[in-house]
């Protein structure tokens, strides 16, 4: 036996290694990360859904997004999977701006889905005069979100959360098979949290996303995933404007500056 | 056919954690008016006749079993049964308290009649009153009095004897006034102690809900407004005293809304407990009174044969009503979108009210077809309430460091024929290096500003 043969013999053929994942899909090997019947929505950016395990937002889990104080980037994120992601209401608990419904409606989130809970941060006329609540209303307001039949997302922006409050979050949206985020502000990055998924959010010089993944259920990634994030109709009048839309090469892997998109 | 009657009487109440009715005997007669219209109460227990119903419920066990299911009663119901109700009430009387049968009934042989000639005197209750003078003449039983010459009997004992004494044995109709379900439910309520603070009205309250739902399954409505009132104690002084439940005067009140009429008295007592918790009480209160203000028909559900995949949790209407109730109705918004040029006056978020959300007049909402509308992805996701002004330099406007703009401008010049709130602006897209791509305007000239300088302004986030 020539020793090519031998390689040959103990190789095992790629489509072979396949059934051997759905023979065993409870072995769990180390370089692989968990994918146990994770069920997921699709983050609508093919290089994101490439770094989570299941390829997605998990459901029934506690996603955590975390920016710069005061800086609120989520919509850019959160909006195809919001707008694809079941038909029921989208609660947003503590907003810290309004909303504009149109913006989201054409993006695809209609608005007779929106509901927001405990909008403390903004007032819209000043003859209701909403007083901002103490945290513990808004936690409880997104618990009794959680538990809501009819809900399908919450998104909750949580200034204050100690990491039990979050376990508890976590643990009704996991029995209520929920899609929960909450965005928190970075200072939190060193704390310890339940979260099954946690995310850094930043923004490059050309203002794209820049989604760093500090914690999921597998190997730690060690690149930054960047991209426009941007509606197509916004981005092509930047682009007519002669706003720059080079990719920063720099930062990109050559794999995936491929994959870039235009 | 002939009747046949039934006697019922509450023993009782069992210690139970669950509420008990204000009213058992009535909550317990507006149950039975599931079965059969003909219910009276006589003394302290109702008599009902089942003979027209038996059928419809397929048989005299069936209907008593389910009217034994179709409620849950917290304490014992005892019961006797005959051809006549004042035979059903003599048998129930009759025997010793403690021998009493328990209802609903178990086991085919039910109840061990006792005939009726054998039945005391003490059953009947018109000839209670000459017990003494009945037992010196050695009379002790139903028979031995119905031996008795009549005319003697009628003579020396009046004519309601000898009348109850027919009536039990069948030879005069039993009539009686009839209980009905009153149209509107109003339920008085004496607590048994001063109650002091507000939230502990619940305990009281719960017994009224109790009665409620006694009185929604009956007529088979659900409640959508509910008022709870209290009567303070007039010994205090407490007529000056004015809040949101207080008007004065020596009660209190407040109001429930649900937006679905419901017979979820859960659901109701977290409502009323969260809204107790925010009265305050002037004075002590000794009586509640619980009044239905609308009531809507209730469809009952229909049961599927397969099973349908029910998701776990609560209704919308309910986990909303809740946080208002908690929070405040300014607490819970949802969205309602305008067709208008003006970014301002494109969307308002307005308090949920369960209903669709009433349209302003003036202003016409956007059609449902707007999504296809190209513009509204030039639009930012957040939109300010109010425009923040910004710091502006020669070098242009300023907002956590200088601003780069990128597209624009977009003119903007709507809202002249609404006088004041008219606008004239040149909308751009900015970039600023920590918040991303801004959506900022400039007043333009002439839009009324008295130094005439040209503002910048900070209108949304392209988030």
């Known amino acids: 036996m020539t020793a090519a043969q031998a390689q040959q013999a103990f190789s095992i053929h790629p489509s072979a290694e396949e059934a051997l994942d ?39 889990a506690l996603t955590e997004l975390l920016q710069e104080a005061g800086v609120h980037n989520e919509w850019r994120l959160l909006l195809p999977a919001l707008a694809q992601h079941g038909s029921g209401p989208v609660v947003l608990v503590g907003p810290p701006h309004p909303p504009f419904a149109p913006a989201l409606l054409a993006q695809g989130l209609q608005s007779q889905r929106l509901l927001c809970l405990c909008p403390g941060a903004f007032a819209m006329d000043t003859a209701r005069k909403a007083t901002p609540l103490a945290p513990a209303s808004c936690l409880w307001a997104t618990e009794q979100a959680l538990r809501c039949a009819a809900v399908d997302t919450v998104v909750a922006w949580l200034a204050q959360v100690r990491p039990h409050e979050l376990r508890r979050l976590q643990l009704a949206a996991a029995e209520h098979h929920k899609l929960l985020f909450v965005v928190r502000s970075l200072q939190a990055q060193h704390e310890a949290s339940p979260a099954v998924l946690r995310l850094k959010l930043s923004l490059n010089d050309q203002s794209h996303v820049c989604v760093e993944v500090l914690k999921r259920r597998g190997p730690p990634v060690a690149d930054l995933v960047q991209w426009a994030a941007r509606p197509a109709a916004l981005q092509q009048l930047l682009a007519a404007h002669g706003a720059p839309e080079r990719p920063p090469l720099a930062q990109m892997p050559p794999a995936r500056q491929m994959r870039q998109r235009p | 056919m002939s009747a046949h009657w039934i006697a019922l009487r509450l023993g009782d109440t069992a210690p139970t954690t669950a509420p008990v009715p204000s009213d058992p005997l009535a909550a317990l007669a507006w149950r039975v008016l599931q079965v059969t219209p003909w219910v009276a109460q006589v003394d302290d227990a109702l008599v009902f006749d089942i003979s027209a119903s038996e059928r419809l419920f397929g048989g005299r066990a069936a209907l008593l079993e389910h009217l034994g299911l179709s409620g849950a009663h917290t304490g014992a119901v005892y019961w006797a049964q005959g051809a006549t109700s004042l035979l059903a009430l ?3 009387a009759g025997v010793p308290p403690g021998t009493c049968t328990p209802f609903p009934p178990r086991g085919p ?14 059953a009947l209750t018109s000839a209670r009153p000459h017990l003494p003078t009945l037992a010196r003449l050695g009379c002790h039983t139903w028979g031995q009095l119905r031996a008795l010459p009549r005319g ?10 000898l009348a109850a004494l027919d009536q039990a044995y069948g030879l005069r ?51 959508q407004r509910l008022e709870l009132r209290w009567e303070l104690d007039a010994r205090r002084g407490n007529a000056q005293h004015l809040d949101a439940h207080h008007q004065g005067s020596d009660h209190g009140r407040l109001e429930l809304h649900t937006a679905q009429a419901t017979q979820d008295m859960r659901h109701l007592e977290r409502l009323l407990g969260e809204q107790l918790a925010r009265v305050r009480l002037p004075a002590p209160v000794l009586y509640l009174r619980l009044r239905s203000l609308a009531t809507q028909a209730l469809p009952t559900e229909s049961q599927s044969l397969l099973p349908d995949s029910v998701r776990s949790g609560d209704s919308l209407h309910q986990m909303l009503e809740r946080v208002s109730a908690r929070c405040g109705a300014a607490q819970v918004l949802c969205a309602q979108v305008y067709a208008d040029h003006r970014p301002e006056r494109m969307q308002q978020w307005q308090t949920w009210s369960g209903a669709p959300a009433p349209v302003q007049p003036h202003r016409k909402p956007a059609a449902a077809d707007s999504a296809a509308d190209a513009s509204g992805a030039l639009y930012p996701t957040w939109l300010l309430a109010t425009p923040q002004r910004l710091l502006s330099q020669r070098s242009g406007p300023q907002f956590h460091g200088p601003l780069t703009l990128l597209v624009g401008p977009r003119r903007l ?3 002249w024929l609404d006088g004041e709130s008219s606008v004239l602006r040149d909308y751009f897209v900015a970039r600023s290096a920590r918040h991303g791509l801004l959506w900022i305007y400039r007043q333009r000239l002439g839009s009324g500003d008295p130094d005439g300088t040209q503002d910048w302004y900070l209108h949304g986030y392209f988030a």
Do not use: K, N
């Open chain 2, 109 to 122: 042989d039910m109840v061990p009649e006792i005939a009726a000639d054998a039945l005391p005197l003490h």
């Open chain 2, 90 to 92: 003599g048998r129930l």
């Open chain 1, 22 to 60: 759905g023979l065993h899909a409870q072995v769990w090997r180390a370089h692989a990360w968990a994918r146990a019947s994770l069920h997921t929505v699709a983050t609508g950016e093919a290089l994101l859904d490439a770094q989570l395990p299941g390829g997605g937002w998990p459901v029934g």
């Open chain 2, 413 to 415: 010049e709507a809202g």
């Open chain 2, 152 to 161: 003697g009997l009628a003579r020396r004992f009046g004519a309601d004897v």
């Open chain 2, 173 to 223: 109709p039993d009539i009686y006034p009839w209980i009905r379900v009153p149209e509107v439910f109003d339920a008085p309520l004496e607590l048994a102690a001063q109650v002091e603070s507000a939230p502990a009205l619940l305990f009281g309250a719960r017994r009224l809900l109790a009665q409620l739902l006694a009185w929604l399954r009956a007529r088979q409505l659900g409640v």
